[in-house]
Every structure is written in structure tokens, then in C-alpha cells.
């Protein structure tokens, strides 16, 4: 019976797997909390109350079959469970590690409402997968009878991936081509292993290779090719190029050597953790060691430079905002680890020159003060007068967020239609962008945003592509040359 397994959320206390010690977790780049040990996460599962409506699948973006997966786990149903929880999603494993659930599955959980503690759901995906994986019960990717036609995919991040793996699923030959050397995205360089291991986003990878899609690693379009070029060559294209043009702080000093771009750090610490030779970490540019480290921002991204950089052994780490705790945009989850691996915030400051000359020694910084709330809803941050202080530093991360590239321009096709913050307009049913053939999915199409949400965004235009090319093939239209 169901619900002898069930309903157990008053009598059993919400239990996520544990943390390592913060001392320890701090010397090295492993993920910081271990699996659940048998039985935990099936305990864990059986709290879930089994809502008619469950609000958890509503505000999850893939719209998970969330309770369902969660009686299967109770009733130590895993094999089940996997298969139901992989039929909605690419990377289930990824997600139950890295999003942000308190504002989504779990932030949602009525059981959270209750007071009792959401159900551990994100813990909880990850175990089911993790032994899918182990026990060999992940199916290789097997191809749908060949259609006769290719489909391009530009960019290997999680939007691209996902996309791909369906597209293939229904029997078109898949090109994925990528500018880095590995596929991943933002999954493989930046996010650091802390968060997801790497090994965790390379076996997916190897998984889709095996499964027949063709990558093309260090294939940057817009040099080694055009997107007309690539519109040739294929049937259709996918752009899932993620963004990148980071945005910048516009004061004295900005260009001092040791000021560096959040980014490039995280993808040389990636790259070091891969066991590459990174000659940006090798001459003390991009390492942090022994060094009085300032991380400028308040998101994701500032949050795994300053655990980056505690890991690498940097002798202080601070990290300055302009807002307070509250109205910062990163996860609290996140704060709360950082600060107790040693992580010290300066809330409510804002920068407004670096020191120093050549190389950066300090930055000076404005005491900021919330006024009225913004176009965004958030209150906004605005200087005291007077209340300037100084905070050593002989690195400097930027880490404000990012903004798309110029993508008509890079890649030669001025007919690309993109809005005024050079994000790629798609048409809302199709998909497709302003060019016939031509589709576009991920941050690319939203800004900068979830793995979640790109996740969500190569399932739906891996629908909408195939539909476009079915009905291609039965017109017999045929553009393409080679
Ligand atoms: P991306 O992952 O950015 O992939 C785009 C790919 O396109 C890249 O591999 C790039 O090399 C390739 N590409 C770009 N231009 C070209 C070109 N011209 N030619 C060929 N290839 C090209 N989200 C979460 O949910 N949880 C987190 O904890 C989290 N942490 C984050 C930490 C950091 C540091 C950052 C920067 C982001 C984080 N995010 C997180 C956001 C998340 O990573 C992104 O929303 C997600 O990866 C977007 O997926 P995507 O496929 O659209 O693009
Ligand atoms: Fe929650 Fe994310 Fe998993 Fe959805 S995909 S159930 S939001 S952890
Ligand atoms: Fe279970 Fe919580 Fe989802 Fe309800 S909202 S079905 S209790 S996980």
C-alpha cells in the first residue's frame, strides 16, 4: 500500500545528506555533501504528503513527476523511480545538485508551508539517478530510424546537450559544434567541481557520443564558420550559445593588472581540476594562493569565485555588494556555505576605484544605503556621503553578470533579429528565429538564467524542430547544398 510508505512528515524530521566539515571541504574541489546512505533517502521520500496538485512539479520548470518518483524511492522502487524521473528530464542527476531548489521544487513543497520542512526532493533525484548509474540501469542513447537529414547545434551547454539528445532520439544526424575543447558549457567551465564534479557532466557527454552525435570541440562559428555556412551544411541550426560579454565595473583602475574577469578564473580553476596546464594559474594571475582576494557581486557567480578562491588558499576572501543580505540575487544556500568555509561579506558596499596604479593593492569602497524600490521591485542602493573606506587586495574579481554577445556580428548575418540587450528573438510557438530553418534555445534566448530553465528550453525546441523538419521532408524542400 502506498501510503503505508507515505505521510511521514510529522513524525520524521527533514534530513538533507550531510556536509563535510567546512575545514575540510576547503582544501579540495570534491562536492560538498555525500550521497545519502541507504536507507535515508527512501525515509526521506516518505515524508512527501502526495498533494492532489502538487506544487512542487507546478513550480519545477520541467514540471518533474515529482510525487510519483518520490513514492517509488519510499517504496524502495528505485529502478522505477529513475525511469520516471529520466523520462522528463536530460540530466536529472545535475539538476538535483545545482538548482536552486529553495526557490523552486522545494521553495514550493506544502510541507514546507506547514512548517515541517520541505521533503529533501533535489537530494532525492540526485540518489535515484546516481544509482541508475551505477547499478548500469542508464540506457545507452539509441537512435530513432535515420530521416535523412542533419540538424546543427551551436553550443554544448545544457540547452545544446538536451536538444541534441532528443533530436537524435527521433533519427536526425546531430552536429554539435563548440568553441571550447570540451562539452559542457557553463556545466564543465564554470561551475566549479564543489558544486558538480566533473565526472557527473563528462559521462553524460561521453553517453551522447557513444549514442551517434557528432561534436565538433573547438569549433568557435563566427571564425571557423559561418552560420550561413552551417545553414548549408544542415537542415537546420540550432544557436544555444549561452552569454558571455561580461559586464564590467566602470572606475579607476578597472584595468589593473590583477583585476580579472570572474569567468576566466572559473575556467582556468576548471581547466586545473581537469589536470590541464593553465599558464594563467601557473604564473599567479588566475591563482589565488596566499593572496587578499575581493569578489565584487552579490549572484551565483560571485559565490564560486569566493569558494574558488578560499579552496585555492587565498589569504583572506571578501566579498562586497551593494545591497544587503536580503536583497542580494545569489542563493542564500550559498552564502551560508561560503561563510562557513571563511568567506567574509561586505554588504551594502559598492566599489569605486581600485589602488594601486599598475597592479591593484586596494579598493575603495562607497557605504551604500537601500532608498525606494527600482524597476526591478528591489530596493535601490544609494551611496552615504562620507562613508568611504578602504579594503586591501591584491586580486579582484568581477563578477556582475553577463550579457549576450553580439551575435549578428560574430556570426556575419546581420538578419539575425536580437532585442536591445542582444538576446536572440524567437517566435514564441515555433521557436524559430527571424532566419528560415534557424532556432534558438537556452540563455541565449532568456539572458543569463538556470540549467534547469535550459534544460527546459532543449526539450521544447527539440519538439518544435522536429516538427518544423517533418514537414519539411514531406514538402520535399530541400535547401541545403553539401
Ligand atoms: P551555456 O552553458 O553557456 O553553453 C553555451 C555553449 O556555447 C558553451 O559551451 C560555449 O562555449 C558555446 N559557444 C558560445 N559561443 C559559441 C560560438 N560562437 N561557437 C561555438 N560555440 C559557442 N545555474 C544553475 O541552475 N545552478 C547553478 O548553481 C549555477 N551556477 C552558475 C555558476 C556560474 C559561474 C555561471 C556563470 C552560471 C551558473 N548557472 C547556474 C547558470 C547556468 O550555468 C546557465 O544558465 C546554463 O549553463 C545555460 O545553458 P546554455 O546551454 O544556454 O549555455
Ligand atoms: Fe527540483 Fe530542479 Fe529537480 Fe525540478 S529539476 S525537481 S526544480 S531539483
Ligand atoms: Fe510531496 Fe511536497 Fe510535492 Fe506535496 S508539494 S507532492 S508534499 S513534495
Request: hydrophobic share 40%.
Amino acid at each position: 500500500m502506498a501510503n503505508d510508505s507515505m505521510l511521514k512528515f510529522v513524525g520524521r524530521d527533514q534530513a538533507y545528506p550531510a556536509k563535510r566539515a567546512a575545514e575540510t571541504r576547503a582544501e579540495d574541489f570534491r562536492e560538498i555533501a555525500e550521497r545519502y546512505a541507504p536507507p535515508a533517502a527512501e525515509d526521506q521520500a516518505g515524508r512527501c504528503s502526495q498533494c492532489g496538485v502538487p506544487y512542487c512539479s507546478v513550480h519545477c520548470p520541467l514540471h518533474n513527476h515529482i510525487p510519483d518518483w518520490l513514492r517509488l524511492t519510499a517504496e524502495g522502487r528505485l529502478r522505477e523511480a529513475y525511469e520516471l524521473s529520466n523520462a522528463t528530464s536530460t540530466m536529472p542527476e545535475i539538476c538535483g545538485r545545482i538548482c536552486p531548489q529553495d526557490r523552486l521544487c522545494e521553495g514550493n513543497c506544502v510541507i514546507e508551508f506547514s512548517g515541517h520542512g520541505a521533503v529533501t526532493i533535489g537530494s532525492v533525484e540526485k540518489f535515484i539517478t546516481d544509482t541508475a548509474w551505477e547499478e548500469g540501469w542508464v540506457e545507452p542513447l539509441v537512435p530513432g530510424p535515420p530521416r535523412g537529414q542533419s540538424v546543427a547545434v551551436i553550443g554544448a551547454g545544457p540547452a545544446g546537450l538536451t536538444a541534441a539528445e532528443y533530436l537524435r532520439v527521433s533519427g536526425y544526424e546531430v552536429h554539435v559544434y563548440d568553441r571550447h575543447d570540451r562539452a559542457g558549457g557553463l556545466l564543465t567551465y564554470g561551475i566549479p567541481g564543489f558544486k558538480l564534479e566533473k565526472p557527473v557532466v563528462m559521462r553524460r557527454v561521453e553517453r551522447l557520443k557513444a549514442g551517434g552525435i557528432v561534436f565538433h570541440e573547438g569549433f568557435a562559428v563566427g571564425q571557423d564558420a559561418t552560420l550561413e555556412e552551417l545553414r548549408r551544411r544542415h537542415d537546420a541550426v540550432l544557436i544555444a550559445t549561452g552569454v558571455y560579454k561580461a559586464r564590467n565595473v566602470d572606475v579607476d583602475g578597472s584595468g589593473a593588472n590583477g583585476v580579472i574577469a570572474a569567468l576566466d578564473y572559473l575556467t582556468a580553476s576548471n581547466r586545473k581540476s581537469f589536470g590541464d596546464t593553465v599558464e594563467a594559474f601557473e604564473n599567479g594571475s588566475m591563482n589565488a594562493e596566499g593572496k587578499n582576494v575581493v569578489v565584487i557581486g552579490g549572484g551565483d557567480t560571485a559565490m564560486d569565485c569566493v569558494r574558488t578562491a578560499i579552496r585555492q588558499g587565498a589569504k583572506s576572501v571578501k566579498c562586497l555588494y551593494r545591497r544587503d543580505r536580503a536583497n542580494m540575487p545569489g542563493s542564500q544556500r550559498e552564502v551560508a556555505n561560503a561563510e562557513e568555509e571563511g568567506a567574509e561579506f561586505v554588504w551594502l558596499s559598492a566599489p569605486l576605484g581600485f589602488e594601486g596604479g599598475e597592479t591593484v593593492t586596494g579598493v575603495r569602497a562607497a557605504k551604500m544605503r537601500l532608498g525606494a524600490p527600482d524597476a526591478s521591485g528591489r530596493r535601490a542602493p544609494e551611496a552615504e556621503p562620507g562613508a568611504d573606506h578602504l579594503l586591501e587586495a591584491d586580486m579582484v574579481i568581477k563578477a556582475l553578470g553577463f550579457d549576450a554577445e553580439d551575435l549578428p556580428s560574430l556570426f556575419g548575418t546581420a538578419e539575425l533579429g536580437v532585442s536591445r540587450w542582444g538576446t536572440v528573438l524567437v517566435d514564441g510557438r515555433t521557436l524559430m528565429t527571424s532566419l528560415d530553418g534557424v532556432f534558438a534555445a537556452g540563455d541565449i534566448v532568456r539572458g543569463a538564467s538556470l540549467v534547469v530553465w535550459a534544460i527546459r528550453d532543449g526539450r521544447d525546441v527539440a519538439k518544435a524542430m522536429h516538427q518544423w523538419l517533418k514537414a519539411r521532408a514531406k514538402t520535399g524542400v530541400r535547401e541545403r547544398q553539401a
